[in-house]
C-alpha cells in the first residue's frame, strides 16, 4: 500500500476516475491541492476568477460533454460563492462535483474563528446537493471520491460536494486508490413496461412529453425511433431540447410559459408519455394534463414519479432503458395512430407563426443565429429576451447543445457555462445569449477567456436595463421606474482591454456579418448589439390567460 498525501489521494482519485479538467481559483487551504495538480498532466487546471464561475463553467462543461464537471473552491466565502451556480446545477440536473477545502480538523465545531470558517459547512450544502461528505482523514479521500463519481453517475446526476480539512491534505499515510468502477443504470421493472406499452399501443392520440432528463440520459436515438413506432408528435420543455432534433416532423418543438404547441396539441392526447420531466405545470390552466388522459411518467427520481399529476403507469428506471424497454415490448413494429403528418405539421406552423407575431424582433435575430452556426453548435441561452424566446424559436438539432438555467433563472449564468462548454468541446462552436445586465456578473472571466484560450463568442444584447424587472415596472408598478435602468461601459471596448475581440454594432442587421467573422476568430470575442426591452414570453397572456410574470 503506498504512501500519499491528502492531496495526492485527491488529485490521484480524480485522475483514476477519468476527470480531464478542473475549474478552480486557489486559497491557503487548498494550495496543498494545486501543487498536486502541478504533478498531475493529465488534468487541466482552469484558474477562474470568481468561485461562482468556477461551479458554472463545471456545468457547462459536464452538461454538454456528459462527464463530471469538477469544480475546486477554498471553504467560506469560496464556498458560499459557488452556491448559486450549484443551485443551478441542483436544477438542471447537472453532475457537477464541487470540491471544497476546509479549516483544520481540529478547529471543525469550535467557533474560534478560524479563516474562512463557517459552522456546520456541509448544512449549507445539503439543500443544493444529491450528497455531501467530509473526509477527516487521509485514508478517507479515495472512497470519498469513488462514492462522489457513483451520486454522479446512477440515479438523477444532481451535483455533490465533497470537502477535506487544510491539514488534512498535507498530511500523509497508507492509502490505495480504489479501481474505476462502471456504474449500472437502473432497469425499469417488465411490469410496468408492459403496462405502459400496452397503453400507447392502443392509444389513438399518444404524445410524448420529453423534459430535461431526457437531455442529461442521451436518449435522442431511443425518443426518435420511439415517436415513429407511435406515430407519436414530440413536445419538449427548454431544457428538454435537443432530446430529438427539431426538425424531425414529429418534433412539435417546446412548450414555455402557455407558449408553443402544448396548448393545441396536449388536450387532443389520450395518452402522454412523459420521459425526464418533473411535469410541474399549473392543473387549472386548459391545456394541462386531465384526468381522462392515462399519464404514463419515466423517470431516474423516483420522488418525481407521481409527484405532481396521478399516472395511469409509473417507472423508476433510467430513461434510455426504459425506452428500450418499451422499443422491445412495441416489437418494432408502427402502431398506426390517429395523427397526421399533416396535422403535426399545422401545429407547428401555427406556433411558429403565433410566435413570430408576438416577438417579430427576437425571432429575426434568433433567425440570424441559426443560420450563422453549425447544427452541433452549442447555445446557452441566457436569462435575457433573446435567450427567453429561444426557447420557443431556435431550433435545436443535435443532442446537448443547448442550455437554460431551468427554474433557477439565474441571471448572469449564461457567460461563464458557455466558457465551461468550449472547454469540453473546444472543436464545437459555442454562442452564449446574454444582457448587459447578466454580462456584468461574470465579465472578468473575460481574462480567463484570453488566457486559457477558450474562444467562445458572446452576444451580449445591451438595452441600458434589466428589461423583465423593468418591464415588470411598466406594467404592473404604473410606470415608476426605480433600481432597473444601468450604467454600462462599452462592452466591445471592454473586452478588447482584457485582450479579446470587441465588436459593436451599430444596429441589429449587422448581427449575421459580424457573427460570421466571430466564429472565424481564435480568441474569444463579445458582440455588442443594441437592443430595446420587449417583453419575454412570461409577460404575455397566453392565449386568453393572466400573464404569469417571474
Known amino acids: ?17 477519468g476527470v480531464e ?38 456545468d457547462g462543461y459536464a452538461r454538454t460533454t456528459g462527464r463530471p464537471g469538477v469544480a475546486l ?4 466565502p469560496g464556498a458560499l460563492n459557488a452556491t448559486a451556480a450549484l443551485g443551478t446545477a441542483y436544477a438542471t440536473s447537472s453532475p457537477v462535483l464541487l470540491v471544497c477545502g476546509q479549516i483544520e480538523s481540529y478547529n471543525l465545531g469550535k467557533n474560534r474563528g478560524a479563516l474562512h470558517e463557517i459552522g456546520e459547512q456541509l448544512d449549507i450544502f445539503k439543500h443544493l446537493t444529491k450528497w455531501c461528505d ?39 499515510a497508507d492509502t490505495d486508490l480504489p479501481e474505476v468502477e462502471v456504474f449500472a443504470k437502473q432497469a425499469p421493472e417488465p411490469s410496468q413496461i408492459r403496462d405502459a406499452a400496452r397503453l400507447l399501443s392502443q392509444a389513438e392520440r399518444p404524445l410524448i412529453w420529453a423534459g430535461g432528463g431526457a437531455r442529461e440520459a442521451d436518449l435522442s436515438q ?36 402557455g407558449h408553443g404547441p402544448g396548448y393545441l396539441a396536449l388536450p387532443q392526447a389520450d395518452v402522454i408519455l412523459a420521459v425526464g420531466s418533473r411535469l410541474h405545470m399549473s392543473p387549472s390552466v386548459p391545456w394541462s394534463f386531465q384526468p381522462h388522459q392515462k399519464l404514463i411518467q419515466i423517470d431516474a427520481d423516483p420522488e418525481e414519479v407521481g409527484r405532481n399529476f396521478p399516472l395511469a403507469v409509473g417507472i423508476t428506471a ?60 452549442i447555445m446557452v441561452a441566457g436569462t435575457t429576451d433573446i435567450g427567453y424566446w429561444s426557447h420557443l424559436a431556435y431550433p435545436v438539432l443535435k443532442p446537448r447543445s443547448y442550455l437554460t438555467p431551468s427554474y433557477f433563472a439565474t441571471l448572469g449564468y449564461a457567460f461563464p457555462t458557455a466558457l465551461g462548454a468550449k472547454v469540453g468541446n473546444p472543436n464545437r462552436q459555442v454562442v452564449a445569449t446574454i444582457g448587459d445586465g447578466g454580462f456584468h456578473y461574470a465579465a472578468s472571466e473575460l481574462s480567463t477567456a484570453v488566457q486559457e484560450g477558450i474562444n467562445l463568442v458572446t452576444l451580449v444584447f445591451n438595452n441600458g436595463m434589466l428589461g423583465a424587472s423593468y418591464n415588470d415596472q411598466q406594467s404592473r408598478y404604473g410606470g415608476r421606474t426605480i433600481g432597473t435602468e444601468l450604467h454600462n461601459p462599452d462592452f466591445a471596448q471592454l473586452a478588447e482591454v482584457y485582450g479579446a475581440l470587441g465588436i459593436k454594432l451599430a444596429s441589429r442587421e ?32 397566453p392565449h386568453g390567460l393572466e400573464a404569469v410574470t417571474g
Not at 498525501?5 to 476516475?17: I, M, T
Not at 403565433?354 to 443560420?371: D, G, S, W, Y
Request: proline share 9%; glycine share 6%; charged share 25%.
Open 318 to 377: 433510467d430513461g434510455r432503458l426504459g425506452l428500450q424497454g418499451l422499443l422491445n415490448e412495441l416489437g418494432g413494429s408502427i402502431h398506426a395512430s390517429r395523427w397526421t403528418n399533416a396535422e403535426m405539421t399545422s401545429i407547428r406552423q401555427q406556433t411558429d407563426s403565433e410566435i413570430k407575431e408576438m416577438a417579430p424582433l427576437q425571432v429575426e435575430i434568433i433567425e440570424t443565429i441559426r443560420r450563422e452556426l453549425d447544427d452541433d453548435a
Open 510 to 541: 449587422e448581427l449575421g456579418d459580424a457573427l460570421r467573422s466571430a466564429l472565424k476568430a481564435q480568441r474569444p470575442v463579445v458582440i455588442e448589439i443594441p437592443m430595446p426591452a420587449p417583453k419575454p414570453p412570461f409577460q404575455i397572456p
Open 134 to 172: 467530509r473526509a477527516t482523514q487521509v485514508e478517507e479521500i479515495p472512497g470519498m471520491v469513488h462514492k462522489a463519481i457513483e451520486h454522479l453517475s446512477t440515479g438523477r446526476p444532481r451535483p455533490v460536494e465533497i470537502e477535506i480539512p487544510w491539514d488534512v491534505l498535507p498530511a500523509t
Open 222 to 257: 431511443e425518443l426518435l425511433e420511439l415517436a415513429r413506432a407511435l406515430n407519436a408528435p414530440v413536445i419538449t420543455t427548454p431544457e428538454g431540447k435537443g432530446a430529438i432534433p427539431e426538425d424531425d416532423p414529429h418534433s412539435l418543438g417546446a412548450f414555455y410559459y
Open 1 to 17: 500500500m503506498p504512501q500519499m498525501s491528502g492531496s495526492q489521494a485527491l488529485v490521484g482519485s480524480l485522475a483514476r476516475e
Open 73 to 76: 473552491v477554498v471553504p467560506g
Open 21 to 58: 479538467v478542473v475549474f478552480a481559483l486557489p486559497g491557503v487551504q487548498i494550495m496543498d491541492a494545486f501543487d498536486a495538480f502541478f504533478h498531475e498532466p493529465s488534468i487541466r487546471l482552469v484558474l477562474v476568477r470568481h468561485e461562482q464561475s468556477a461551479a458554472y463553467m463545471a
